[in-house]
């Protein structure tokens, strides 16, 4: 519904006959009314001169892609995590979930300005400004990694359906056929109220908290950083595990494909980023609850013996009781159904993306064949793996979380470099600031995988070398940092110098005295903010590629290669722990 000044409402209803001229969006789908599960906005409505009433209830309106990307992170791969960091440490690793509130904001908000400016998802984005090459690497990736996860979102069902005593025979394929009845159905709004109606069933997560009597005080310790037992391969592989389920690549693609498929435009994207911050509060109170029950819940002997989620709730329900085991298992299975669908879409997003096929939930199954048929194929490869041995199956769920973690950084780094394209973005670019804490979430994260590769090779190395590895490669960023920041000046500076003998020979310091007018700076911000809510991605065809340099290609070589290291690396040590 479109609200209008003066408290009066009707419905407007928008037809899109084909894709925005003159604009990167491809499919026609993907324009028109805003229809979410608890509220409608017209095409060409504006939030300006709305109460606040209306403007909340537009608000309703746009929530979901920001809630159930966060929701979907804590999916059967999160619960295992999760829980296994509370059974075996305790609360001593909560500060890696404070560290990762920041993570998720930036990433998440990066993809939302990436989505609603461009009308593209991100692998579209990808092949368009950076050819084949990296497109099949990024987009490679993330299908090996998505279809590894769906299986561990079936593991997840199966377990949390043993608890009650349905048989694997029975709970996998009724769990994919009402995964993929939901998405087919040919209507966004339905879909929506389905997932909205998953996560409503988080809230189970807080009478599970509570029935284990956790110690406030010792939840609160664990906020400071700290390396229960040393710094290990098996604790960096659990920190890697956290930080992939927590902050997945699959995520990149599926919230910015998915703001597109709801047909979010500029001017909403203030109100987007606040369903961001609603989903990264439900994700964390989750996240913590599950922590907690395990670390609280389970007897005694079963610390440091973790197997997997079903044991977690069959052990609290020996120590806490039968409800406590019956709230884990219920949450542990929606978990599983949220994040096969989300984690499902975001791969056949980015299939419609590669392909140039319809990929719109908005679309019947008769008019976007492609898209729901990879749907399908990808639930039922899934589906299949998920009947491996259960000794396979309990580590291949913490290898995909730690698979995603590794692979996290070069995500990030095409995720920057898109958000620094004036081609793409306009007035939407990073600014300073947003680049600064973005290139320190990157080399943050590529130090903790070449910590855990450094651990697996050389499993005795001691936790002060680990330290002190740590504190060198902080060194080397703040040093390549400030070498990019001088470089990138030099570069701006010939640029300016170049734009000065285009205009007549003017000294670089007075070109800015050309934009110069008697106009307030208020009445510059409007015009500024009436701009970037209505700028559009141009046709992508109509673009330059950007081009690379030669330290940037070698740098970006440099990262294929030692992830190829790093996700062999991973593999080692799953296979490991397999052999004992």
């Known amino acids: ?9 009707r419905r407007t209803t928008t037809v899109s006959t084909g894709p925005a001229a003159g604009t ?31 403007r909340f209830k537009m608000l309703l309106a746009i929530l979901g892609p920001g809630l159930i990307v966060m929701v979907g992170d804590n999916d059967a791969g999160g619960v295992a995590t999760y829980a296994q960091a509370g059974q075996n440490y305790g609360m001593a690793l909560v500060w890696t979930l404070a560290l990762l509130i920041p993570v998720l904001y930036v990433n998440q908000e990066m993809v939302v300005r990436l989505g609603a400016v461009a009308g593209v998802g991100h692998a579209r984005l990808i092949f368009s400004r950076f050819g084949k090459f990296w497109g099949a690497f ?57 997932l909205f109606a998953l996560i409503a069933i988080n809230i189970v997560m807080f009478p599970l908290a509570f029935m284990v009597h956790p110690s406030v005080s010792t939840t609160a310790a664990g906020i400071v950083p700290s390396f229960p037992g040393g710094l290990n391969s098996t ?58 029950a395990a670390a609280f819940g389970l007897a005694p002997e079963a610390v440091g013996a973790f197997t997997d989620a079903g044991a977690v ?17 219920i949450l542990l299975l929606d978990a599983s159904l949220v994040g096969a669908n989300a984690v499902g879409l975001a791969t056949t997003y980015a299939l419609g993306d590669t392909l140039g096929k319809r990929h719109s939930l908005h679309w019947k199954i008769s008019q976007a064949p492609l898209f729901y048929a990879g749907y399908a194929l990808l639930l039922g ?55 600064i804490v973005a290139a320190v979430i990157v080399w943050s994260l590529v130090l903790l995988s070449l910590a855990l590769t450094a651990a697996t090779f050389f499993p005795d190395i001691s936790t002060v070398t680990l330290e002190i590895g740590f504190g060198v490669g902080a060194l080397v960023g703040v040093l390549g940092g400030i070498a990019i920041a ?95």
């Open 486 to 580: 001088l470089g990138k000046r030099r570069t701006d500076r010939a640029a300016a110098e170049r734009t000065a003998a285009e205009l007549g020979g003017l000294d670089p310091d007075q070109i800015e005295e050309l934009d110069d007018t008697p106009l307030s700076r208020a009445e510059r911000k409007q015009i500024r903010d009436n701009d970037r809510d209505t700028w559009r991605t141009p046709a992508l065809d109509t673009l330059p590629r950007p081009a690379f340099s030669p330290l940037r290609t070698a740098g970006m070589i440099a990262l294929r290669g030692y992830l190829l290291i790093a996700v062999a690396l991973v593999g080692v040590k799953i296979v490991q722990q397999i052999t004992g």
């Open 1 to 9: 519904m479109a609200f209008f000044p003066g408290g009066s409402a």
């Open 313 to 329: 709730a069959q052990g609290l329900h020996d120590h806490v009781g039968q409800a406590a085991g019956a709230l884990f298992a």
């Open 138 to 194: 990024s987009v490679g990736d993330l299908f090996i990694v998505n279809a590894l996860t769906i299986v561990t979102e079936f593991i997840g069902v199966t377990l949390a359906l043993k608890y009650f005593g349905i048989p694997r025979a029975v709970s996998v394929p009724l769990a994919a056929v009402l995964l993929f009845a939901v998405v087919a159905g040919g209507s966004f709004r339905r879909w929506e109220r389905f």
């Open 24 to 54: 990167a969006v491809a499919d026609s789908a993907h324009v028109g009314d805003i229809v979410g599960a608890l509220g409608r906005i017209g095409q060409h409505d504006t939030a300006e001169g709305r109460t606040r009433g209306q």
């Open 235 to 292: 604790l960096l592989l659990l920190i890697v595990a956290i930080v992939g389920t927590t902050v997945a690549p699959w995520q990149l693609f599926f919230q910015q494909s998915n703001i597109v498929d709801k047909r979010i435009t500029p001017r909403w994207i203030r109100y987007e980023r606040i369903d961001l911050w609603v989903g990264i509060v439900v994700v964390m109170s989750g996240a913590i609850a599950i922590m907690a």
């Open 381 to 435: 490869i899934a589906a299949a793996v998920s009947f491996s041995p259960d000794h396979v199956l309990g580590l291949l769920t913490q290898g995909v979380q730690a698979l995603a973690g590794v692979l996290l950084p070069s995500a990030t780094v095409f995720l920057v470099l898109l958000c620094n394209d004036k081609a793409i973005l306009g007035p939407w670019v990073n600014t300073t600031r947003q680049n």
